[in-house]
């Protein structure tokens, strides 16, 4: 229902802009990355409808060049594990579907798998990685529509960081936000 709501939100946001790509930036651990399909780490190579290419949507590749987005989307960021498929292009085809007219979906795969809430704080590797990516997407034209988080998972291991996560992802959306300069940027959190 959250989901739902923030994309209908996302799409008001969409509906007034049709020039540049409308990105969004992918981020958190392997939930978002994608294990769908990896099973003892060998990826089956099943892309569900929902999750098929579409040209209208492109992805950033490691090397900072936009390309036509397949799954598995994280394969060369999350570079450690097998990928597979995750909900990225799922969103993106389901915009898609709501608002054709919106023009290109660029998405920008950052996610790790494994990485808790502490690792993602700013000033950190993988914040430092999500903002360049950011700014590398911006830089071709467009501009970002929104962040989609799934991330937690890593953070359940003791009772002590389970109860801090509130206020750790608070503040990584709030620095998320500041250092986009993108104040009321919508944030999906799955
Ligand atoms: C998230 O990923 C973990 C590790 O791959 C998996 O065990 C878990 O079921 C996933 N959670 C959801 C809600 O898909
Ligand atoms: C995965 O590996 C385990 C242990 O090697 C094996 O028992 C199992 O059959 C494998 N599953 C698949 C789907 O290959
Ligand atoms: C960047 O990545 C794209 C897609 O993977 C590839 O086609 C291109 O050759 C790469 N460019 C450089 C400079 O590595
Ligand atoms: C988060 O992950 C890092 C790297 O694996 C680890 O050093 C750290 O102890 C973990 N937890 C917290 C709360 O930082």
């Known amino acids: 229902m ?10 008001v946001h969409l509906a007034s802009a049709a020039v540049g790509k409308n990105i969004f930036l992918l981020s958190g651990q392997s939930n978002m990355s994608g294990r769908g399909g990896v099973v003892n780490s060998t990826w089956d190579g099943y892309i569900p409808p929902e999750s098929s290419p ?9 090397n900072l060049t936009w390309e036509p987005a397949a799954e598995p989307i994280h394969r060369d960021i999350d570079i450690a594990k097998v990928c597979g498929v995750g909900p990225g292009m799922a969103f993106a085809n389901y915009l898609l579907r709501k608002n054709p007219s919106i023009g290109v979906v660029g998405l920008v795969p950052c996610a790790i798998g494994g990485t808790n809430i502490s690792e993602w704080v700013r000033g950190g590797y993988l914040y430092k990685q999500m903002m360049r990516r950011a700014a590398a997407a911006v830089a071709g034209g467009g501009t970002i529509r929104g962040l989609l988080w799934y991330q937690g998972e890593s953070d359940t291991l003791t009772l ?30 799955f």
């Open 160 to 189: 002590e960081d389970a109860e801090a996560y509130k206020n750790r992802l608070r503040r990584f959306f709030f620095d998320v936000r500041e250092d986009l300069r993108l104040p009321v940027l919508p944030i999906v959190q």
């Open 54 to 62: 579409n040209p209208a949507i492109l992805r950033l590749t490691a």
């Open 2 to 11: 959250i989901v739902y709501l923030l994309i209908c939100y996302a799409g």
